[in-house]
């Protein structure tokens, strides 16, 4: 018993001393180890090791608990409500003993264990033979799984050998209900190069990857959509009155979207070594490409850096540049929350762009903006990271007001 004891004591420092790096309140750091302590209990009175623990003991876990409080407190939300009471110090403390929470269960059945095998030799394959990121693979594993589990019983050896168009039409109404083209064109891919993996492992009695047809997509459909000049001035105008916390940061992180025209992954992954400031130079690591260039550091987004660094940055031992202003102050995942910076404060300064508010809008005034003064199209796709010129071709695309001024000779005899 006192091993145990002494188990979670050391749990409870563990988790203490976590929630005070990451700068969580008092509230917080009081409230937390309460709950943990519970679940340790818990573990305790059914020989369970806190690194056993699967998400189906937490959900019996927290049934109990609500069952318990029932009985002092008549006037309770519903569990799936409640539970989050729990559900914040559980997760953080399974992931700090885990490494990751929640894991997946171990396949129960043979039929799961067939699946886990397909998905995890498929996976291989795109690592191995086809030298896929492992984002792609991720998602395209996803969609495998996905497909089998749609497929219930029937997916097992027998019923995979025997797999028909029918079968392929009904799992894509189902799952593409709903979603724009491109979405479409995307699950289409991914479930035909599944299709190939199971035609080349010899699980399907046909190739019916050719019968997997989405939708078209043009090459020059639809216009990027950009901001005016004078619309991100505005922006800049706007939020750099805001000198909260949360101001100055996004004040930095819009700064460099104009000036440079990044990716909102590269501006989420830049790092305090990533600045030179003796050099005035920034180094960016190119999200899509996985290269790296060497900007001049202008003085403006340097300055708006240097400020959110000094005055507003959260003490962290983490080195990228941008952090959570609220606890936890840890970098961020990927790049998509700056949508929700870039559509903040367009609707603050009152600007409501036709098409996208996010990041890329920005990307793309910035390309814009060197097209119109004449930039070579080389430099252009230099500077925002490109690898060919056919992708900087697409911002060619963005400059429609300057083809107003081309005039064109009409022949003889025709009238305008």
Request: net charge positive; hydrophobic share 40%.
């Given at each position: 018993?006192s091993?145990?004891?002494?188990?979670?004591?050391?749990?409870?420092?563990?988790?203490?001393?976590h929630?005070?790096?990451?700068?969580?309140?008092?509230?917080?750091q009081?409230?937390?180890?309460?709950r943990?302590?519970q679940?340790?209990?818990?573990?305790?009175?059914?020989?369970?090791?806190i690194?056993?623990?699967?998400?189906?003991?937490?959900?019996r876990?927290?049934?109990q608990?609500?069952?318990?409080?029932?009985?002092?407190?008549?006037?309770?939300?519903?569990?799936?409500?409640?539970?989050?009471?729990?559900?914040?110090?559980v997760?953080?403390?399974?992931?700090?003993?885990?490494g990751?929470?929640?894991?997946?269960?171990?396949?129960?059945?043979?039929?799961?264990?067939?699946?886990?095998?397909?998905v995890?030799?498929?996976?291989?394959?795109?690592?191995?033979?086809?030298?896929?990121h492992?984002?792609?693979?991720?998602?395209?594993t996803?969609?495998?799984?996905?497909?089998l589990?749609?497929?219930?019983p029937?997916?097992?050896?027998?019923?995979?050998?025997?797999l028909?168009?029918?079968?392929l039409?009904?799992?894509?109404?189902?799952?593409?209900?709903?979603?724009?083209?491109a979405?479409?064109?995307?699950?289409?891919v991914?479930?035909r190069?599944?299709?190939?993996?199971?035609?080349?492992?010899?699980?399907t009695?046909?190739?019916?990857?050719g019968t997997?047809?989405?939708?078209r997509?043009?090459?020059?459909?639809g216009i990027?959509?950009?901001?005016r000049?004078?619309?991100?001035?505005?922006?800049?105008?706007?939020?750099?009155?805001?000198l909260?916390?949360?101001?100055?940061?996004?004040?930095?992180?819009?700064?460099?979207l104009?000036?440079?025209?990044?990716?909102?992954a590269?501006?989420?992954?830049?790092?305090l070594?990533?600045?030179?400031?003796?050099?005035?130079?920034?180094?960016v690591r190119?999200s899509?490409?996985?290269t790296?260039?060497e900007?001049p550091?202008?003085?403006e987004p340097?300055?708006?850096?240097?400020?959110?660094?000094?005055?507003?940055?959260p003490?962290?031992?983490?080195?990228?540049?941008?952090?959570?202003?609220?606890?936890?102050?840890?970098p961020?995942k990927?790049?998509?929350?700056?949508?929700?910076?870039?559509?903040?404060?367009?609707?603050?300064?009152?600007?409501?762009?036709?098409?996208?508010?996010g990041?890329?809008?920005?990307?793309?005034?910035?390309?814009?903006?060197?097209?119109?003064?004449?930039?070579?199209?080389?430099?252009?796709?230099d500077?925002?990271?490109?690898?060919?010129?056919?992708?900087?071709?697409?911002?060619?695309?963005?400059?429609?007001?300057?083809?107003?001024?081309?005039?064109?000779?009409?022949p003889?005899?025709?009238?305008?």
């Open positions: 018993m091993a145990q004891l002494s188990t979670a004591e050391v749990l409870i420092e563990k988790l203490l001393a929630l005070k790096a990451e700068g969580y309140s008092p509230r917080i009081r409230w937390y180890p309460a943990v302590r679940l340790l209990d818990y573990c305790n009175r059914n020989s369970l090791s690194e056993t623990v699967r998400s189906g003991h937490v959900t876990f927290l049934r608990q609500y069952r318990r409080t029932r009985k002092r407190y008549s006037q309770l939300p519903p569990f799936q409500k409640w539970r989050h009471r729990y559900t914040g110090a997760n953080m403390m399974l992931r700090l003993v885990r990751a929470w929640p894991v997946s269960d171990p396949p129960r059945t043979a039929l799961e264990v067939l699946h886990h095998d397909i995890q030799d498929y996976d291989m394959w795109l690592r191995d033979l086809r030298g896929l492992a984002l792609t693979r991720a998602k395209r996803k969609h495998a799984l996905g497909f589990t749609s497929l219930g029937r997916a097992d050896q027998l019923g995979l050998a025997e028909s168009v029918r079968d039409d009904v799992y894509l109404k189902r799952c593409c209900d709903g979603l724009r083209r979405s479409i064109e995307d699950r289409t991914c479930l190069d599944f299709l190939r993996h199971l035609w080349r492992t010899g699980r009695a046909i190739d019916l990857t997997v047809i989405g939708p997509i043009y090459e020059h459909e990027p959509a950009a901001l000049p004078e619309d991100v001035q505005r922006v800049l105008e706007v939020t750099r009155e805001d909260s916390p949360v101001g100055l940061r996004d004040y930095a992180i819009l700064i460099l104009a000036t440079y025209g990044l990716r909102a590269e501006v989420v992954s830049l790092r070594d990533d600045i030179d400031w003796r050099r005035d130079v920034l180094q190119h899509k490409t996985g790296c260039s900007l550091l202008l003085r340097g300055e708006a850096v240097l400020r959110y660094v000094e005055k507003v940055r003490s962290s031992p983490h080195r990228e540049i941008f952090l959570r202003i609220q606890a936890p102050h840890r961020f990927n790049g998509s929350i700056l949508n929700c910076v870039t559509s903040a404060r367009l609707r603050a300064a009152g600007i409501t762009p036709q098409g996208r508010k990041p890329h809008a920005f990307r793309h005034a910035h390309a814009v903006s060197l097209l119109r003064a004449g930039v070579p199209l080389k430099i252009i796709g500077m925002l990271g490109h690898t060919s010129a056919a992708a900087t071709a697409e911002y060619l695309k963005l400059a429609t007001e300057d083809l107003r001024n081309i005039g064109l000779d009409l003889g005899g025709m009238l305008p």
